[in-house]
Every structure is written in C-alpha cells, then in structure tokens.
T-cell receptor, first 114, second 118 residues
Framework: DGGITQSPKYLFRKEGQNVTLSCEQNLNHDAMYWYRQDPGQGLRLIYYSQIVNDFQKGDIAEGYSVSREKKESFPLTVTSAQKNPTAFYLC?????????????FGPGTRLTVL | AQTVTQSQPEMSVQEAETVTLSCTYDTSESDYYLFWYKQPPSRQMILVIRQEAYKQQNATENRFSVNFQKAAKSFSLKISDSQLGDAAMYFCAYRSPETIQGAQKLVFGQGTRLTINP
C-alpha cells in the first residue's frame, strides 16, 4: 500500500538536544512538507521541498533543519535553537504542478521536551 | 499574505442531523483552491472536499458539501446525516495557484472541533 510513514510516533527529548524526525513516502511524489500543529492552532508550514537536494523555508523555519537526499525521504531535525519544540509534527507529500491536487499526510510524531 | 479564519472553535450536533462549519479567508487573488481536511482522534489528516475558485458550482462528496461564496470569501462545510464517525477536528485550507518551484503551500485555519451526540 502506498502511503507516508513517520517515526517514531512519540519522541521525548531533553532540553539542549537535537532530535530528528523521520518521514518516508512511497507515493512517488516530488513534493514533501513538514507542518507543526499546536493546540488551538492550525497547521503551520516549517519546510517544504519540491525536488531532491532542494528545499525552502516555510513560515516557522527557525530552529529547524531538513535534508532531501532521496525522493522518498524528508527528515526534519529539531535543533536546540527551537525555543518551544513540544508539538505534534506532520509530514505530507503531493504531486507537483497540479494546483488542486491534495496533500497526503503521515500519521504524525508527538515531540515532548522534558 | 493569505489568511484563513475558522470562527467556531467547537461545534456539536445530534447524530443524523445537519451541521455547518464556517470558514472565511482573505486573498487578493482571483483563482485559488480551497480544501476541508478532517483530523479524527487518530490525528491522521484526511481530505474531505476541495473547491476550485473558478468553478461556481459547489463541490459535493456524498454527505459533505460546501457553500462557496466567492465575493464574500466564505467557504462553509455542510455535513448531512451526521454520523458518530464524523467526530473530528475540521480544518479549512487555502492554496494559491502561484507556486514556488511547484510545491503546494497550504494555509490552514485554526480548526473546528466537531462532536456528534448520539
């Protein structure tokens, strides 16, 4: 079955540590995205990528970094510079060039900073 | 920049009844796309329905339909014959047709939590 996987489902981190969230898709989508979700707020875009080895900052990129070495993978690193990293993180993917096409989402990772 | 507003943080409806969730947006563009996503307790985001701004006909998907009022910049979601499985957070989202390197940047509203009462 095609889809998006994110791991781990729950992640705990001590303050001052970097942590990497995994996102893999087998939908053959060119574009991938990372969103952050906080209680009472909608999803906010962190980073997105259209092609391998290229990515763009979203609305709240500070304190985060990404890489896109493979089409299928788009890991997100939450660095110690992110002041409030506790949140729910969603990865998504989509085709490129079809404006009305939907984004498909992974199941999410809940990050808690202790 | 485009903004999306969902003014109802929570809504509730009796099972089998009809409920309407509100969404307004702000844009200066004439062509764009609007979406409603559902996020059940599992937190898996699922596309419910989409609307292309240049189409005057309101989109429908089984029990789900929209009331798209372009001049008013309003995009409400109507759920008919509500079922217990409809209980979820519902997010309205906007997408500009202008793309940066082809990626689809979505702007989301704050969400509305829908409760279905048996």
């Amino acid at each position: 079955d095609g889809g998006i996987t994110q791991s781990p489902k729950y992640l705990f981190r001590k303050e001052g540590q970097n942590v990497t969230l995994s996102c893999e898709q087998n939908l053959n989508h060119d574009a991938m995205y990372w969103y952050r979700q906080d209680p009472g707020q909608g999803l906010r875009l962190i980073y997105y990528s259209q092609i391998v080895n290229d990515f763009q900052k979203g609305d709240i990129a500070e304190g985060y970094s990404v890489s896109r070495e493979k089409k299928e993978s788009f890991p997100l690193t939450v660095t110690s510079a992110q002041k409030n990293p506790t949140a729910f993180y969603l990865c998504a993917s989509s085709m490129v060039g079809l404006a009305g096409d939907e984004q498909f989402f992974g199941p999410g990772t809940r990050l808690t900073v202790l | 920049a485009q903004t999306v507003t969902q003014s109802q943080p929570e809504m509730s409806v009796q099972e089998a009844e009809t409920v309407t969730l509100s969404c307004t947006y702000d844009t200066s563009e004439s062509d764009y796309y609007l979406f409603w996503y559902k996020q059940p307790p599992s937190r898996q985001m699922i596309l419910v329905i989409r609307q292309e701004a240049y189409k005057q006909q309101n989109a429908t998907e089984n029990r789900f339909s929209v009331n798209f009022q372009k001049a008013a910049k309003s995009f409400s979601l109507k759920i008919s014959d509500s079922q217990l499985g409809d209980a979820a957070m519902y997010f309205c989202a906007y997408r500009s047709p202008e793309t940066i390197q082809g990626a689809q940047k979505l702007v989301f509203g704050q969400g509305t939590r829908l409760t279905i009462n048996p």
